[in-house]
């Protein structure tokens, strides 16, 4: 029997590029959850890290699909490390490969920073949860949206207030979300916003005399949550008055340690 013929790809019907009738413009159509090996380089933070991604494209009123499989492949050919710039150049190419008018890309991935311990000065590598957005058009502007999930410590001043000794804290999560202007504002940047508004920063290890300067400087700087996200909103209002930043927005979740349920707010550009 003979050997079946090896079809090549130029041989095959393209279905998704057919004409469709329905006339039906598709805002956004692409992957959803795709994990990928990536390097990444931003300020002085350089490792290596997965990401989740989301790749997504616009879609005439008269193509009847995309093609799925572009998108791994312009991921798997960009061989820059992921930064700002570099996603929104991804972006660009992602239109070209696809032939769109806009498109998005949504990477969530754990970003790393080396900390020194405040006292022992012992180093070590603390981790956020870094979401970067491109939205990226062949005739309009990029934008290029950073979300930055930065744990902290948050001390209560009411507790602190009425108690003969002692005072309840607990872990924090302020979620930082920034639409950038000016690219050469960094990860690390608002880190250190955020981390600077909390009652004390987090580490990822700390030696004795560390653990006995982080539990003082919380009980001397009590805040609430309402506190923490109108501290950071303050700092990022003076980045928006100096346009480097188009918009923001704060979110602060406080994990009670005597509740059973969580403290929150929030705060939007102003």
């Not at 490390?81 to 498109?103: F, Q, T, V, W």
């Not at 991935?109 to 022992?120: D, G, Q, R, T, W």
Request: glycine share 4%; aromatic share 8%; net charge negative.
């Amino acid at each position: 029997m003979n050997a079946p013929e090896q079809l090549t790809i130029d041989k095959l019907p393209d279905v998704q590029s057919e004409t469709d009738a329905r006339a039906v413009k598709i805002e956004k159509v692409g992957i959803r959850g795709l994990k990928y090996p990536l390097d990444v380089s931003v300020g002085n933070c350089k490792f290596s890290s997965i990401g989740t991604l989301d790749m997504t494209v616009s879609l005439a009123a008269n193509i009847k699909g995309t093609h799925m499989s572009r998108f791994i492949e312009v991921l798997r050919d960009y061989k820059q490390p992921i930064n700002h710039r570099n996603l929104i150049s991804l972006g660009s190419r992602m239109l070209d490969k696809l032939d769109a008018e806009s498109g998005w890309i949504k990477l969530t991935l754990p970003f790393f920073i080396e900390k020194e311990a405040p006292v022992s000065k012992v180093r070590s590598l603390m981790d956020y949860e870094v979401t970067w957005e491109v939205a990226v058009s062949t005739s309009k502007d990029n934008f290029l949206t950073l979300n930055v999930v930065v744990p902290v410590t948050s001390l209560c001043p009411c507790s602190k207030n009425i108690s003969d000794y002692g005072a309840h804290n607990q872990r924090s999560h302020i979620s930082v979300s920034v639409t950038l202007i000016d690219l050469n504002i960094d990860v690390e940047k608002i880190v250190e916003i955020a981390e600077k508004s909390a009652s004390c920063e987090l580490w990822g290890l700390l030696k004795r005399p560390d653990e006995k300067y982080v539990t003082e400087k919380a009980y001397d700087n009590p805040k609430f949550v309402e506190d923490l996200v109108r501290d950071v909103a303050i700092h990022l209002k003076q980045l928006k008055r100096s346009e480097r930043i188009l918009k923001f927005s704060i979110e602060s979740e406080n994990f009670e340690s005597i509740h059973n349920h969580s403290a929150y707010a929030r705060v939007e550009s102003y």
